[in-house]
């Protein structure tokens, strides 16, 4: 599996910006999909997972009620729309596919995409 994540970019605290991440490879129309993200010098954290038919969603406390993750399995490819940025929202973003165990656990994800970079400016 093979994933692409893209739709990063400088914004406004308060702005909002719709995160990409898009899938080949075998199975990946019927993954569990989730992001994570990484601030410099920090460890990489769970952010949203979502279920293979998108009825089930997850979220960390930290963007519970800000962040929306979804996806279309017909173009494989899973979203994370984030609104109300904040400062403490800065990271590369990751997306990753293929759970087995603990969404929040790193390990428990088989296949990870480049990254992408968000900066919330204050």
């Known amino acids: 599996v093979q994933l692409q994540a893209f739709g990063g970019g400088l914004v406004q605290a308060g702005g909002s910006l719709r995160l990409s991440c898009a899938a080949s490879g075998r199975a990946s129309s019927t993954s569990t999909m989730g992001w994570f993200r990484q601030a410099p010098g920090k460890e990489r954290l769970f952010v949203a997972a979502?279920?293979?038919?998108?009825?089930?969603?997850y979220y960390a406390d930290s963007v519970k009620g800000r962040f929306t993750i979804s996806r279309d399995n017909a173009k494989k490819t899973v979203y994370l729309l984030m609104n109300s940025l904040k400062p403490e929202d800065t990271a590369v973003y990751y997306c990753?596919?293929?759970?087995?165990?603990?969404?929040?656990?790193?390990?428990?994800?088989?296949?990870w995409g480049q990254g992408t970079q968000v900066t919330v400016s204050s």
């Open positions: 979502i279920s293979r038919s998108g009825s089930s969603t």
């Open positions: 990753a596919s293929d759970n087995s165990g603990n969404y929040y656990l790193t390990a428990m994800w088989d296949y």
